[in-house]
């Protein structure tokens, strides 16, 4: 794995970011700067972390996505490139349009940190193969605006190309409005592209991969995508 | 001088907050008549907030050294050495006043000029907490003000990327138009590159970082060194507005430049803004400084250079580099998009200088303007000790189940969650204990080290009985920290208190000191940084009186923490510390006997420290399985509390015959835990009591999914965390 994690203005989960790839793959990830236009030479995957980008004073992730090191993103993401975006960086790729869609304030208006179940839809993806379909993961969620939503017809798009990849759920794994925390449409917590090479999520799987802290249901993720890339190497 | 200032006034004097007597002090000081710039000065640094000027003949009677102390009060936080070449930077700062008047920006600014103060030092900040006490839920601006400075809190803290991992939500109707917003923030550096303020070195450039100068805020300092009245919402345009991401990239940029090696001196630009940072880093190195005021980066056009002295716009920082590391600094800053400019320089006069448009505005001795503020010893007077109320003469309630039901639903008992939620607890990956328990642990780095915080104050103990109530706030701090394993190793103390020019209060803040200085003492305790917020009064009427102690504590071994859960069924609940049966000032007495009477229980704090090595020595050992400290509510509400955290019931053993139920179960003795421990374990740990000359006795069993008391009717653990979990939200909700 040779991962870039990047860097905006007012990102603040970087450092936790890097650590966990460091932990699970055992290599130190690049942390690339903003102003960049260029990825590091080599670089198999692109992370995205949470924050505040820019404050997130205008739409979040808005200025972020127009940063000079983001067009080189999105031809890494043309090429087949995998790109992960987590929280804020979910946000990003939105409105960088590498992902579609949009994340609204939560239903209650309210920041909200806790730790969340995700039901994992699939588990074909390098981002989940460390999983079975169907298993539930707990992993935190903290973001005022993490509510997504898109039109008709993109949400039965996503749906139907199987690409909702992680929904909100209650512990044994069925959806209900209950353990939806933000209100997001179909409890829709994580996507994927057409290609699904890119993957956007609004919990914290960075942020549950050690068993005293927290607990280990992060490291599937980023596990099956240290093996991934390590198979395609 | 040439000046084009209004002539100074009696009146113009009144509104600067100065005193006749005080005024003469400065034509004494100076031998003229000061500049309308110079009279801003002196009001900025001789209020109430910027000279304690009340309370620092006090104040020296608190213990600030210790062997684990680096650096005690006088600087911009504390310093404690935590090991390894590590140190722990701290400290804990109320922003009252402006949060009443705007609660999301009051709050949020708190939190920012308290994060300021702790990476300032060089320190990386890795936990916030804070103190909160609002008005009475009825009153009709509660709601709103919570809403307000929780997400206020929140929205700072959660964007700078700092996790809030703990504090302390207190309602009571003397709040009402006062209420009080402590923060604290936490830092980690290495112990051999701490910065202070001190400047040193003649004709250094001092540097003005961070975001640009604007007419907020005002003389905040000295607002908040004034009662409010009717009319304080009008005040509102003194209230300064957080900029986080400002404070973020101030942060990076920062930490940065010292890593360089570029910095000689730091103070950050908090209460009295341009003014006390310039004049902290000269007075503190025994330097002069002048000042230009036309390089000053500035966000209006057109101000004056008593408004630039006096603004309290946040995000700001001035230092003295390194004259041949300049260059690299101004890059990294720019780097961060932050506004730089050299604004002056160290001088041999020992004169504060400020020009501006080639005039000069202020010419004024240095180390006189802090040193010279005046000091009061004003006069104080104690109350009688209240009568100590027999237990017997306290009806019993209907049930005990009933009480316990009641009691853990009201608002200083129920579950905080509402609050804590909105705040990110777990970011930077090192929240080991996350809030909700006796006190935060955040592994520190990689480990195995962890540090243990913890906020506590009893005011309702305060207002009783002032030394009592000192030494208690300290003791439960204390205890807090012990319960999660760790071992306290200072305090921050921020003291909330009213008028202090009314006898009365200023007997209640010398009381509280005595009792915090003598709880620091006995527990090797020290107060290493702290913050004073007099006045807190409106139409008269004070806020109780409310010395927040925010403690620090180091466990070496994270992993070994303990939490106050129950862990398993079938284990031995054990009760450590003397139960008398102590209702004076409880919360029973108040909640369900609506008395706010009696003398509060006394702190011996010779048995605080018996039982809390014990206990600690418990948990490091492993074989104390869950622990939880007594405190408001008294044994069967921290009993509910282990349970609700777990989910596992416990049935227990029936009140001692010589106590009345409701004074057993509902007293406030100190002093106290409950830990659990293995049913094979429980002997050696009687025996181990009995060698140490510790009370314990065995109360219950853990198991099952009710709470069992003997005669009383069973109650199920999750209808009581319904209940726990319930009030907040339906408050908010306006439910309630």
Redesign the interface.
Known sequence: MKAAVLVFPGINRERDMARTLRLVSGKEPAMVWHADHELPAGTDLVVVPGGFSYGDYLRCGAIAARSPIMNAVRSFAAKGGLVLGVCNGFQILCESGLLPGVLMRNENLRFICRDVFLKVERSDLPFTRGYNAGQVIRVPVAHGEGNYIADGETIARLEGEGRVVFRYASPDGMIDPNWNHNGAINAIAGIVNEGGNVLGMMPHPENHVEAIVGNTDGRGLFAGLAEALEKAA | MTVTEPKITPELVAEHGLKPDEYQRILDLIGREPTLTELGIFSAMWNEHCSYKSSKVHLRGLPTSGPHVIQGPGENAGVIDIGDGQACVFKMESHNHPSYIEPYQGAATGVGGILRDVFTMGARPIACLNALSFGAPEHPKTRHLVSGVV?GI??YG????VPTVGGSVRFHNRYDGNILVNAMAVGLAEKDKIFYAAASGVGMPIVYLGSKTGRDGIHGASMASAEFDDDSDEKRPTVQVG????E??LLEACLEIMEKGCVIAIQDMGAAGLTSSATEMGAKGDLGVTLDLDKVPCREEGMTAYEMMLSESQERMLMVLKPEKEKEAEAIFRK??LDFAIVGETTPSKRFIVRHNGQTMADLPIKELGDSAPEYKRPFISLEKLPTIDAETVPAPASIADALEHLIATPDLCSKRWV?????????????QRPGGDAAVV?VEEGPKGLAFATDVTPRYCEANPFEGGKQAVAECWRNLTAVGATPLAITDNLNFGNPEKPEIMGQFVGCVRGIAEACKALDFPVVSGNVSLYNETNGKAILPTPSIGGVGLIAD??KSATLAFKAEGEAILLIGETTGWLGQSIYLREIAVREEGAPPPVDLVEERENGDFVRALILDSTATAVHDLSDGGLLVALAEMAMASGIGARFEAAPDDLPAHAYWFGEDQARYVVTVPEAQVEAVLARARAASVLVSRIGVTGGKTLALAGERAMAVADLSERSEGWLPGYMAGAA
């Open positions: 997400a929140g929205g959660n964007s700078f990327g900029d986080p991401f400002a973020k990239l961060w998009g804590w939620e909105q705040y990110d607890h777990i970011i930077g990956g090192n929240t080991v592994r994270f992993t």
